[in-house]
């Protein structure tokens, strides 16, 4: 959440009068008694490679955090959608295939469920499906209604 705001936050600044949406995401894979593992942004293929093949046969929780922001208002709408992916068991061979194939560098976990990133999968569960592209659009239109926008 505290991204998502600085994003819009640092528009908003620019822009005063406009409201201004902010979003980030991460993906959080749960390793049992060992706690919680944060994967943001590989940015390097290793690094993807090494973010999917701890996925592998795991669950992961993509975060997303949104911010509508006005600055001469003062005003901030926030909320967090929470979509869970079931990856399939991956063998390196077909993680490198996906890495080559999408270089999903700038996607929080290595993965983008858009492209090729579907056959890695074996379930998406989310209340928003569009969510998992980085920006839930059901729960953004909400908001948007609520401070006066009018949407078909």
């Known amino acids: 959440m505290r991204l998502a705001r600085a994003k819009a936050s640092a528009v908003a600044l620019q822009y005063p009068d406009a409201w201004v949406i902010g979003s980030d995401q991460v993906a959080v894979r749960t390793e049992g008694s060992s706690g919680d593992t944060i994967l943001g942004k590989p940015g390097t293929a290793a690094l993807c490679v090494d973010q999917l093949r701890g996925s592998s046969g795991h669950t992961l929780s ?19 959608d929470i979509t869970q992916v079931v990856f399939r068991t991956l063998d390196e061979a077909a993680i490198a295939r996906y890495v080559a194939a999408e270089s999903p560098l700038d996607c929080a976990g290595g993965f983008k469920c858009e492209g090729l990133g579907i056959t890695l999968c074996e379930s998406i569960n989310s209340a ?22 009018e949407l078909p």
Not at 62 to 80: G, L, P
Request: proline share 5%; charged share 10%; glycine share 4%.
């Open 128 to 149: 928003d499906p569009s969510a998992l592209i980085g920006l839930p659009l059901i729960q953004l239109s909400k908001v948007l209604r609520s401070l006066g926008f």
């Open 62 to 80: 993509f975060v997303t955090a949104v911010a509508v922001v006005r600055h001469n208002s003062h005003s901030m709408q926030e909320f967090v």
